[in-house]
């Protein structure tokens, strides 16, 4: 399916019986679309991270076309009825990197201006936005490539993940070599701070099937949880405030987790093999998540099945690879904006709304 030309009707699996019908409470609407010049669509331009600044104004954007790409986002939205855009005219400025980028993100309490990469040749850099360079690099994992960079809500502390299996944490302000919290025997694909309610734990997603958390203060006492129900590589754990966690694999699901134990699986997206991207709204209950089927899904908490899904391109032509919530400006949570990228470079945004009650 041509991306121009609409979405595919939305699909909803039966539920499991007993269970009540998974329905979809929102309108989604296609707002702005930001792709590739033409002669490129076929181009390696897979867009692997997406990321907002602490403010709300920036946009940026990275992958395997070795290019950090900024944005302001007032310029993409909102656009009713829906505009398209080209790269060279939408984004402000890019930044050149010297290898392939599979993270990114920005660094609190620096005023927008400092933005982290990970990259394929095992280096973490910090670029000045500002200044329009790099200020930093650190290579914590001894070339090997890095799959994941967080930093902490206050910003002074930094973690990665990478091929070696190790997950490192770091003092941003120094160029001391950060702690090793986990050694397994698979890569870590994914690394995050508790940012939900500020507490002192790190999760980690990892090639050997399980998400692990550990407690900064403790990190010797061992993971004090371990979740370990994907039948395949964890490439995505969030955390959902209080107890709860969510783990995405490429198993093919989503899975939500209280303590240690499985609350419920999500499942209707294919992930056999690719970060296809997974992000979360908590306000509004939502997750978002890409698929080798090049379609955007999302999942209502409340049910396993999908609620809404889109087409974005040619299911032949690749596959979505990143996602990004943005929420309400207010905080609210009856509206919010869903962001995607595809492996064709193509960005696209949807105005997400909650359907209110008749009468």
Known sequence: MDYERGASPTRIDEPQQGRSRAHCDWNFRLATVVSPPAS?????????AIELDPSDSLLATAGIARKIRIYTLSTLLPHNPPVFLS?????????CTPARLSSLRFRPATGSRLI???DYD??????DLENRESVFERDEH???RVWSVDFSAAGDLGASGSDDGVARVWDPRSSARGTAVHSGSGSVCCVEFDRVDNGPYLALGCADRRAYVYDLRATAAGPVAVFG???RTVTYVRFMGGLRMLSSGTDGSHRLWEGSRELRAYRGHRNWRSFVGMAVWREGGLIGCGSETNEVFVYDLRWGEPIWVRGFGRAESGFTSAVYWRGAADGGNDDCTLIAGGSDGVLQFFSCRR????G
């Open 87 to 95: 790269h060279s005219s939408a984004c402000d400025f890019y930044l």
């Open 116 to 118: 982290a990469a990970a």
């Open 122 to 127: 095992g280096v973490v850099t910090e670029y």
């Open 40 to 48: 490129r669509l076929e181009a390696s331009d897979v867009i692997g």
């Open 355 to 358: 359907n209110q009650p008749a």
């Open 229 to 231: 129900g994907h039948e």
């Open 142 to 144: 001894n070339g090997r």
